[in-house]
């Protein structure tokens, strides 16, 4: 018996197979590209999209082959034919999707491709509803796995080499990819249909299919263009959500290595590309200078015309010294107006002599900030490479060593790092590193001054200090070792460690009746860049000791707290919150604005010990203790004096309205036990002499 083609529905079968070719080619680069989940999801979603679409090519090209007789289809075998179809498309997207395609697992790809293909169309050739059941020409047969196997193979290189193509002409590459595939698949249809023969009287042994063969092919094949149009727009939904996010992870990763204000490279990236430089001079001697510069007048900027001015003006002299260095050094920007550069291959000193003066040259010139023109000059540290620099943290501390010359000389200049500063660069390095286990070894101690009523020697509080009993250097003073923790970066476990032993000291007081009324704590400036985790710690260590928060009092100097006012804002308000009482140190050695004051009120303001000095001697410094005391009254906060030596500086401020003081004089800095044996009297019964009294301050 002899079957005829509807060509009509054989050239839709050809179209069918190219579209399922192409989403097939379009899956296969996406799958590449995804991980974890999201490539299991596309890898199973995309075998049923390829898949349907290869079978549904395979059952109009059954549909398209007409006999002499009615046409009916076993559901079953129809069914497992389209599974066999996904599997194997499964399959084909798994091994495109792969890192690597040598020649061995192309052609065990193609090999049970091929085969699962051919699986699929006899499958469904099966399927027929006739009888005497269908034969087969061996020798076709054969030949039709073979095409198969040859269409799996063209169809896995094909799509491996696309998928990572990035060409603008990659659509006309899948789409001659796609053709040359569904030619491909349709050639092995097609001789395995001409390799099937029907008996003379084959019948069918179903009921025949009411809807006609024709109309069910463009059916199948409508259903398949949408369900395949579908995927594509999920697939180009998708890549462009994952472009989208890509751009999104990139801006990430470069705010992460940028300075958000002026685009230069941030401490991070300036770190990594020093850590470069000095490897590759270990490869072949290439000499490299660091220089560290900051604005010379920029705080009179921010306070005069605000810090928008402020921020104008680093992102001006960012652009000038963008321009004024080559283009394989490096500019960063550490904060404020703190810049640092890499100078790389410089031949001599001379070379960032030379880069120095053209950076305080063009940094000298006048800016224009919105209406007003602004006069600023930096200050510049250099510090070249040498064999004897050990690690780019040495480096460092040289550029700013040689920074605080260039201050200490007038400004508006650069200073070179010298020999003669070594000692103290290999000090300060060495400090860094033992101070990160000192608080481990408990080399640090917590000492306490008393403060105290200055009319009744009432004691009114206890000032705490930290010191170093180091083993070797024996004492070191907090004014050595705290700068140092705030740039090595362990000054937020220095401050943790104190305000964890003042609380467990205050509750022992607590516990014995022996408490002070307040214990004060100073913070400084590094601990409160960690300030979005500053008053969760706090709390937790007051809830750890059973500690009220207004027994402990907070100081800041008075830069530190307007840092804070203006950068960590709802950190103070969360303190206060909390109940914490808080003070400024040296009130008037700094700058403080009033009105923060105003709005935002602390307990007590500490007269500097400087004016308690001077205050017999010196008019001036007479009235700045009157005036601060009347600042204090007016703000409702009680007034402290430090420092205080004599008998004769003590009436001097309680008759200048101060009723509160600390100093040699009332006594020295105490341990624990001996702030315990004070406590227990209470009162400090104050000297008749008039000569100050042995400090053991550390």
């Known amino acids: 018996m002899t079957g005829t083609y509807s060509l009509e529905l054989v050239g839709l079968s050809l179209l ?14 996406h799958i590449s590209t995804t991980r974890g989940w999201a490539a299991a999801y596309w890898l199973a979603g995309g075998a049923i999209a390829m898949g349907t679409g290869i079978w549904s090519m395979h059952f109009v090209g059954m549909l398209a082959f007409k006999l002499p007789i009615p046409m009916s289809y076993d559901l079953e075998g129809t069914v497992v034919s389209l599974l066999i179809a996904i599997v194997v498309s499964g399959f084909a997207l798994y091994i495109v999707s792969s890192r690597a395609l040598d020649l061995t697992n192309l052609a065990v790809g193609a090999v049970t491709m091929g085969i699962g293909i051919a699986s699929m169309h006899y499958t469904g050739m099966a399927a027929m509803n006739i009888a005497p059941p269908v034969t087969y020409d061996t020798t076709i047969a054969i030949g039709s796995v073979v095409l198969a196997i040859a269409a799996s193979a063209l169809a896995l290189s094909l799509a491996f080499r696309l998928r990572r193509s990035t060409t603008a002409d990659v659509i006309g590459k899948r789409l001659l990819g796609a053709l040359a595939m569904g030619v491909g698949i349709c050639a092995m249809h097609y001789t395995g249909m001409a390799a099937a023969q029907f008996a003379p009287g084959t019948i069918c042994t179903a009921p025949r299919m009411e809807i006609d063969q024709y109309w069910l092919a463009v059916a199948v094949a409508t259903s398949t263009f949408m369900f395949l149009g579908a995927t594509m727009l999920i697939l180009t939904i998708d890549v462009r959500l994952a472009h989208q996010l890509d751009a999104a992870n990139a801006r990430i990763a470069a705010l992460a290595r940028e300075d958000p204000l002026t685009g230069l490279a941030n401490r991070r990236t300036f770190m990594e590309h020093l850590n470069a430089a000095f490897r590759e001079r270990t490869r072949n001697k290439s000499d490299f200078a660091v220089l560290f510069l900051d604005l010379d007048g920029f705080k009179d900027v921010n306070d005069t015309l605000g810090h928008a001015a402020g921020d104008a003006l680093i992102v001006e002299v960012a652009d000038r010294l963008r321009n004024t260095v080559r283009q394989d050094d490096l500019v960063a920007r550490f904060g404020g107006d703190e810049f640092a550069i890499l100078q790389r291959n410089i031949s001599s000193p001379s070379d960032a002599g030379t880069l120095a003066e053209k950076i305080g040259a063009a940094l000298a010139r006048r800016y224009t900030i919105g209406h007003d023109d602004v006069a600023v000059t930096c200050s510049i540290g250099v510090a070249q490479v040498t064999d004897a620099t050990g690690a780019p943290p040495d480096i460092l501390v040289q550029a700013d060593l040689a920074l605080y010359r260039a201050k200490g000389d007038g400004r508006n200049c650069y200073r070179f790092h010298e020999s003669d500063l070594d000692h103290k660069v290999h000090t300060r390095v060495l400090l860094a590193r033992e101070l990160q286990t000192a608080i481990a070894r408990g080399e640090l101690e917590l000492l306490y001054q008393p403060q105290v009523q200055i009319a009744t020697g009432r004691i009114v509080g206890l000032e705490t200090c930290v010191r170093w009993n180091h083993p070797s250097r024996g004492i070191i003073k907090p004014s050595v070792f705290i700068p140092i923790a705030e740039r090595a ?13 003042a609380c467990r000291q205050m509750r022992q007081w607590q516990d014995h009746d022996l408490a002070p009324p307040v214990l004060a704590v100073q913070l400084c400036s590094g601990q409160l860049k960690a300030a979005a985790q500053l008053a969760a710690d706090f709390k937790a260590c007051l809830e750890r000791h059973r ?3 207004d027994r402990i009092e907070l100081e800041f100097a008075e830069p530190v707290l307007m840092q804070a006012a203006q950068r960590g804002a709802s950190t103070l308000q969360a303190l206060r919150d909390q109940g914490f009482r808080m003070s400024i140190a040296d009130f008037g050695s700094g700058y403080s604005s009033i ?21 017999l001697r010196s008019p001036a410094c007479a009235r700045a203790v009157r005036a601060t005391v009347q600042i204090a009254r007016e703000l409702g906060a009680d007034t402290i004096a430090d420092g205080v030596e004599t008998q004769a500086q003590a009436v001097f401020l309680l008759a200048a309205g101060c009723e509160q003081a600390q100093g040699p004089f009332f006594g020295p800095l105490l341990s624990a036990m001996e702030a315990t044996l004070l406590l227990r ?18």
């Not at 069918?16 to 680069?29: E, G, K, P, T, W």
């Not at 009105?595 to 205050?615: C, F, K, N, T």
């Open 547 to 549: 500690v009220e928060a």
């Open 681 to 698: 009297n209470a009162v400090i019964e104050r000297p008749a002499t008039d000569g100050p009294r042995s400090s053991s301050a550390a």
């Open 16 to 29: 069918v197979a190219v579209a399922a070719s192409y989403v097939a080619f379009a899956l296969a680069a």
């Open 489 to 501: 970066g362990t000054i937020l476990a220095v401050g943790d460690w104190v305000m964890e032993e």
């Open 595 to 615: 009105g923060y004051l105003a709005s935002a009120p602390v307990q007590r303001l500490r007269i500097p010990r400087s004016l308690v000095a001077d205050a």
